[in-house]
């Protein structure tokens, strides 16, 4: 199984980025997935979750600028990051799980500079 996450990067405060993480090894349509992050010197934490279903919830610090989306034609979820702010900036890692299944993707770094 992999989680490929893609599309972090630098960029400054009030910009956008699109992380994406590319699935493989599994029946992508059937399990949930979700993005975390980690910033320097603290816990993991969720950000933002999506069912199989396609119903999404996400953390309250990022509600309303972020979107998680799923294509399940490329097995394949996305986390649309606008507005972003330098306390986004973290190791973003993309999740997937499926009963007792569940598997993390490497991060991808995502600096904001203000």
């Known amino acids: 199984v992999q989680l490929q996450a893609s599309g972090g990067g630098l960029v400054q405060a009030g910009g956008s980025l699109r992380l994406s993480c590319a699935a493989s090894?599994?029946?992508?349509?059937?399990?949930?997935m979700a993005w975390y992050r980690q910033a320097p010197g603290k816990q993991r934490e969720l950000v933002a979750t999506?069912?199989?279903?396609?119903?999404?919830n996400y953390a309250i610090a990022v509600k309303g600028r972020f979107t998680i989306s799923r294509d399940n034609a490329k097995n394949t979820v996305y986390l649309q990051m606008n507005s972003l702010k330098p306390e986004d900036t973290a190791v973003y890692y993309c999740?997937?799980?499926?009963?007792?299944?569940?598997?993390w993707g490497k991060g991808t770094l995502v600096t904001v500079s203000s």
């Open positions: 999506i069912t199989s279903g396609g119903s999404t």
């Open positions: 090894g599994i029946i992508f349509r059937n399990y949930h």
């Open positions: 999740y997937a799980v499926l009963s007792g299944e569940n598997y």
